[in-house]
């Protein structure tokens, strides 16, 4: 089975930094793209950063460009997402999820369980 397990959420101050990871198994990490969501309160799930296994082209919400950094370690088989320079306004349950071929379009298949990120001004 697929499995995908984020954690690394926390409470932090404004101006801190946290870097998220997710576990993946149950599949050939290399040929899966991982990318990381997330859910504020009352909004909706957006997409934060997303890496394309295919060739490595990544995407960031403008909100977060030059702030997060997403990257991997395929021989842990994990993705990270380093945030820097947070913001009370980047508080929000994160999630990563992922699926075979998935072009960082649309949601994909699977999804880990979420990890909370709360940052204080």
């Known amino acids: 089975d697929v499995q995908l397990q984020a954690s690394g959420g926390g409470l932090v101050q404004a101006g801190g930094s946290l870097r998220l990871s997710c576990a993946a198994s149950?599949?050939?990490?290399?040929?899966?793209?991982i990318g990381w969501f997330r859910q504020a309160p009352g909004r909706e799930r957006e997409g934060v950063a997303c890496s394309k296994s295919s060739d490595g082209t990544t995407y960031y919400a403008d909100s977060v460009k030059g702030r997060f950094t997403i990257s991997s370690d395929n021989a842990k088989n994990t993705v990270y997402l380093q945030m820097n320079s947070l913001k009370p306004e980047d508080t929000a349950v994160y999630y990563c999820?992922?699926?075979?071929?998935?072009?960082?379009?649309?949601?994909?298949?699977?999804w880990g369980q979420g990890t909370l990120v709360t940052v204080s001004s």
């Open positions: 149950g599949f050939g990490f290399d040929d899966y793209t």
């Open positions: 999820a992922g699926d075979r071929g998935w072009g960082c379009i649309r949601y994909p298949r699977y």
